[in-house]
């Protein structure tokens, strides 16, 4: 049977690693941090296309009983003036929508998914280095162990270790001009509608409120901060720092940002972010291929990392069970994948733009969201469905991508590689897909 390692226990691992186990493959999970690491950042905003990824492989219950609904996003200036609302994706037929999530919970979750579903999780496993043999591939962790398999999937995250092994001249993740920090309030109210995420485009700082269904309250804010601040700089911040520095930010603005900055619990954390705009390799043709943030971070204001991590793990386990070879199925995953991350990538960095506005782009700014956010609303989300619409029909064959991959991983785009509905697909036989060996190209 075909062994898979999959590097990286975060959102895009777990999940593959499930899709996997559906498709009859043995898939042994390496996670650098201990089972019980405290995760950056408090909550996520989980996307219908993301929920939808899940549900294709009947697992969305683990997530979907987690967080809140979030149904529409409404947009105030500095002022308090209203510059629109957006539905999330409500013209789904399936009804879904956007949830927050705590973070914490969405990662233990995802972990105990993955061990439901009968996988090996090892946690402390910090891969090292990874190197293709003869017969398969042979992954080394920096505690001096080693794990051999048939394929390698680096699922390890915006700093993978995978990418380099891959690509060693791969690019540098690029920093988001904006920091982040945020919290839940319990027993708080903030004015917003039920189920709104109220975002303000401050004067100086971009900062949101929600209520959530058990009477608190969740709050995020994207402090701009043109330069990467140097290592330990934040780090060092305390929690009177913050709650100072937000203050200040605010000051002046209409809203309820002071209350919310004085009312968190704490201690208030604030982190950089990056994106990963374009990795120009994402496998080595033959045996290790990255997904998620590990080949496409997108930076968080676009609110789709997640939710495009997932995807790439469902299309990627449909490539690997409907393609002839593995460098068939790399090819053909890139190629449906590629164009549709790099262009969320591109919004999400526009959006943190957006946040990051001086007074002349503010203006301008103002100016022309009002428009767009009522062109969105009045079509009901539908401009939105490519992104939150997009919907994976796990049964459905993927069609393998023509012609030889490029050894660049670019050549799959050019190829055309199309995802084509097969009325007459067959529902998965497990027994005869473990039976079958898939065939890495030496
Ligand atoms: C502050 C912040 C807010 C965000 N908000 C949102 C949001 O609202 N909505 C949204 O969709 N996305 C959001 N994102 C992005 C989202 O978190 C990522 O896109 C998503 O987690 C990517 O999933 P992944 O599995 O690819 O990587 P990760 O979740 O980063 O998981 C990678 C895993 O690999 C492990 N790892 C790393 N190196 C190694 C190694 N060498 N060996 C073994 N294991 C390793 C890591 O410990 C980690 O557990 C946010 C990100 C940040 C930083």
Avoid at 59 to 75: A, D, I, K, R
Avoid at 126 to 133: C, F, G, Q
Avoid at 139 to 166: C, K, M, N, P, Q
Avoid at 173 to 178: F, I, K, L, M, S
Wanted: overall charge neutral; glycine content about 10%; aromatic content about 6%.
């Amino acid at each position: 049977m075909t062994k898979v390692l999959i590097i990286g226990g975060g959102i895009a691992g777990p999940t593959l690693a499930v899709a996997l186990t559906k498709i009859g493959l043995e898939v042994e999970l390496f996670e650098a941090q201990p089972a019980d690491a405290p995760q950056r950042g408090s909550w996520l905003n989980f996307q219908a296309n993301g929920l939808d990824a899940l549900r294709s492989i009947g697992v969305g219950h683990w997530v979907e009983e987690l967080g809140y609904p979030v149904e529409t996003m409404s947009f105030i200036n500095g002022r308090g003036k209203e510059l629109g609302r957006m539905p999330m994706a409500f013209r789904r037929p399936d009804g879904l929508s956007s949830r927050m999530v705590p973070r914490a919970e969405l990662f233990t979750a995802l972990a105990e998914m993955a061990r439901h579903h009968g996988v090996t999780v090892h946690h402390n496993k910090r891969l090292a280095s990874a190197r293709n043999t003869d017969t398969g591939v042979v992954a080394r962790f920096e505690d001096g162990t080693e794990a051999t398999g048939d394929l390698l999937v680096g699922a390890d995250g915006i700093h993978s270790t995978v990418r380099r092994i891959i690509d060693p001249a791969a690019p540098a993740p690029r920093y988001v001009p904006v920091l982040n920090a945020g919290e839940y309030i319990p027993d708080f109210s903030v004015p917003a509608d039920p189920h709104d995420f109220r975002m303000q485009f401050g004067t100086r700082a971009f900062f949101a409120w929600m209520n959530t269904d058990d009477g608190g309250a969740v709050w995020f804010a994207n402090p701009p901060m043109k330069q990467e601040p140097a290592k330990g700089v934040l780090s060092g911040m305390t929690d009177a720092d913050w709650r100072r520095w937000l203050h200040e930010l605010m000051d002046g603005d209409t809203g309820p940002a002071a209350r919310i900055i004085d009312a968190t619990p704490g201690p208030i954390h604030g982190f950089t972010t990056y994106d990963m705009p374009v990795v120009r390799r994402w496998h080595d043709g033959s045996r290790m291929i990255i997904i998620g943030d590990a080949a496409h971070a997108t930076s968080p204001a676009a609110g789709q990392g997640a939710s495009m991590s997932l995807e790439d793990a469902v299309i990627l386990a449909k490539c690997l069970r409907d393609c002839p070879s593995t460098a068939s199925a790399f090819t053909t995953y890139e190629s449906l994948r590629r164009e549709r991350v790099e262009k969320i990538v591109e919004n999400g960095h526009r959006s943190s733009s957006d946040k990051a506005a001086g007074p002349i782009m503010r203006v301008l700014r103002d100016a022309i969201l009002p428009g767009k956010f009522r062109a969105a609303a009045k079509d009901g989300g539908a401009s939105m469905m490519w992104l939150q619409g997009h919907h994976i029909d796990f049964e459905e064959r993927v069609v393998p991508a023509t012609g030889e991959p490029d050894s660049r991983g670019l050549g799959a785009r050019r190829l055309g590689a199309r995802r084509l509905c097969d009325s007459t697909t067959t529902r998965l036989d497990a027994s005869r897909l473990s039976a079958r060996r898939l065939r890495p190209v030496p």
